[in-house]
C-alpha cells in the first residue's frame, strides 16, 4: 500500500509561483512512476505532468502547462510540481498519483487526497 499527501497548494496572484510536494509512504517509491492531476469544478480530472521512476526519470506535462511547470523528484519519496506564471485556469485541486502508466487517471492506482491552488485575477 502506498499513501501519498500533497501540500504546497494556496491563493496565489496570477503571473506568480508556487510548488507543490507529494510525499509517499508505505513504500519507497523511486522506480514509480508519479503524475499529478488538476480537477477544476464541474471539470474532469485532467492530466499535468508526470516522472518516471529510477534509473530514467524522463519527464512529460499537458500542454497547457508546458513552460510554466516543472516536475521533479528527491531519491527517495517526494515528488514535486514548480508552477510558475500561474493563469486563473490554473485553479484547481491538484492530485498526485502513482502505480500507473500515460496520462488518463484510470490508469493509477494510488491517489492523495489533493490541495487546492486558487490562482486570483
Known amino acids: 500500500q502506498v499513501y501519498l499527501e500533497e501540500s504546497g497548494g494556496g491563493l496565489v496572484q496570477a503571473g506568480g509561483s508556487l510548488r507543490l510536494s507529494c510525499t509517499a509512504s508505505g513504500r519507497v517509491i523511486n522506480g514509480y512512476r508519479v503524475a499529478w492531476f488538476r480537477q477544476a469544478p464541474g471539470k474532469e480530472r485532467e492530466f499535468v505532468a508526470a516522472i518516471n521512476g529510477a534509473p530514467t526519470p524522463d519527464t512529460f506535462s499537458a500542454d497547457s502547462v508546458k513552460g510554466r511547470f516543472t516536475i521533479s523528484r528527491d531519491n527517495l519519496n517526494t515528488v514535486y510540481l514548480q508552477m510558475s506564471s500561474l493563469k486563473p485556469e490554473d485553479t484547481a485541486v491538484y492530485y498526485c498519483?502513482?502505480?500507473?502508466?500515460?496520462?488518463?487517471?484510470?490508469?493509477?492506482?494510488?491517489w492523495g487526497q489533493g490541495t487546492q491552488l486558487t490562482v486570483s485575477s
Open positions: 498519483a502513482t502505480s500507473g502508466w500515460a496520462t488518463s487517471p484510470i490508469n493509477y492506482t494510488y
